[in-house]
């Protein structure tokens, strides 16, 4: 039936000389080549209610914190499942969480993580999932800055505050020591951060690892047409994407740098590891700003995971492959971060 | 009528659960976020006849023929540009073409070539053009095998010719002199000669540089459905490539290491460069190879282009992407190959 139904959907468009870019949703087989958690995952299929995001800020308001609910229950079981420790304080005026390892030993180096959610989700602790993973997978210290966010602060409020606990580490830490990473939104204001320091006259980061960073905020880049409907996180940027970035940018130019990084220059960017997946929406994000980065000569160095939509390394602490990501950006980190001068 | 067309189709598909996963070609827009020359190659749209692949033995020897005459038209014009001079020779009884840059400096390093063609395309000189772009634009001694294939020499004579060729080189240039790098079936080849080495007790080429390789010979793997009409030069699988495969298997395993390299014992293997695009149907075939590499602790390094459908690299010498891609693969190989003793 499949088969005798795509011969009539082919023969519909064969009039028409156009083919749909959405409505692809579930029609590609569950791939074999990839792990049983990540397959699991594919065939969940399309997210409901993808293409009915809020629309006023009492709505995003309730969709945040119902996202945020969400999100955190699931936080206690994972922090005591991988042995990471969480204390909370404040750094520069702007809350921050910090994580450790239980068997982690200080060698002077930390990363600070800055998380995802489109400058909307993920407040308070809500976003430390990525954090607490790579404490206890990577085994680094995480500080975790808990930025503000739209619609009560758009743009610059976010990166200010990540710009501010940066600037208060560094303080007590040279930057070599320190690396920034983060995904989607904390992928881009990982770039983000670096663009300022290198303005600000400010030293930069011993290294930065970016996954799938929302690096061009409009849509524009060919995955954002290519693997519309293919990528069962995002969906499509006509969801609650294209809401969020207009409430973040707050009528400022989205092709800025501070806004989409891979319009910066970023000559001069330390070691750079970037993450994306073949069905990821912001594959071309990611690739442009893989290739952006080299052809300014910075070592920048590029995972793409089979059959992987957008962030699901961090969404199942088992699932290899996101085992496997943890483990390379702690690689990553600690071939390229400085340890403490004894 | 765009959107009212996606909306009637849309229509049809939710009333049968199911959407097509052929049909979407030209569906997308052409991205405004690579080169000019990559654009009208993205605009030229699916190739015609795409879906009429040979079927008996004497219409593959037309077609390869005829494709092959289409090929070698442009190369004394390539070579005259580039500035890079061809010589013919053998190699143990295996027919061999030398490529070098008028500017060239002889330090002891070289590179063997295998090139693409899905074990049937490029005969002769016909399968050349990547070899000259090596050596003009990456500026290296490029050693070309016209190895054996099918249909009148099924597996294994192209790798058997291969595996000669590079047993001849060894016996005048140390193997970490030697750099072996290919395209599509070339980049298979290149990762299977390694893998033949190993076995056969030889010394691993230097380096590697296998471009978008047909790293999984049969229909598996992610992007072999999900970018199935959205690359304009293979389209599709169950184009002419699904009979190359049955040519040149000749009845083996297609999951043999030999015909699947991907399937592999890949550790040890010398730093290795993949390259794939965004829009490539053998995307999944890079990535996975990649990260088996990664996962064996080899220096594997990635990059994917913007757009690119399989191969596209090395199809117009004024493209950008394309001569980033050679340049690039001159620095990988400078930066691994060593250079001779004096």
Do not use: C
């Amino acid at each position: 039936m499949h088969y005798l139904y795509r011969g009539l959907v082919s023969a519909v468009l064969a009039l028409a000389f156009v083919a749909p870019s959405m409505g692809r949703e579930s029609d590609f087989p569950v791939p074999d080549t990839v792990s049983p958690q990540l397959q699991a995952m594919i065939g969940a299929g399309i997210p409901r209610g993808w293409d009915k995001p809020p629309r006023t800020t009492e709505e995003w308001k309730a969709w945040i914190a119902a996202a945020a609910e969400k999100q955190k229950a699931a936080l206690p079981a994972l922090r005591e499942k991988l042995g990471v420790t969480m204390t909370h304080t404040v750094m520069a005026g702007v809350p921050v969480f910090v994580f450790e390892p239980r068997d982690f030993t200080d060698d002077g180096r930390l990363l600070l993580n800055l998380h995802g959610g489109g400058y909307v989700l993920g407040p308070g602790e809500a976003g430390t999932q990525e954090a607490i993973l790579m404490a206890g997978i990577g085994k680094f210290r995480v500080v975790y800055a808990d930025y503000r966010m739209a619609p009560d602060f758009p743009y610059p409020a976010a990166i200010d505050d990540a710009m501010a606990v940066y600037r208060e580490l560094l303080k007590t830490t040279p930057a070599k020591n320190i690396g920034v990473f983060g995904t989607s939104t904390g992928g881009a204001m990982t770039l983000i951060l670096a663009l300022r320091a290198k303005a600000e006259g400010l030293p930069l980061p011993g290294a930065l690892a970016s996954g799938t960073p929302w690096a061009q905020m409009n849509k524009k880049g060919d995955s954002y047409f290519t693997n519309e409907g293919v990528d069962n996180v995002l969906v499509s940027y006509d969801g609650w994407l294209a809401g969020a970035a207009s409430l973040y940018a707050g009528g400022h130019d989205m092709e800025a740098p501070y806004l989409s990084p891979v319009n910066g220059d970023v000559h001069g960017f330390p070691p750079t590891l970037l993450t994306s997946g073949t069905r990821d929406l912001f594959l071309s994000n990611t690739v442009r700003m893989h290739l952006k980065l080299r052809e300014a000569g910075v070592p920048a160095d590029l995972i793409v995971f089979e059959g992987l939509s957008h962030a699901q390394y961090h969404m199942d602490e088992n699932m290899p492959e996101g085992r496997f990501h943890f483990e390379e950006l702690g690689r990553f980190f600690r071939r390229n971060l400085a340890e403490r001068q004894s």
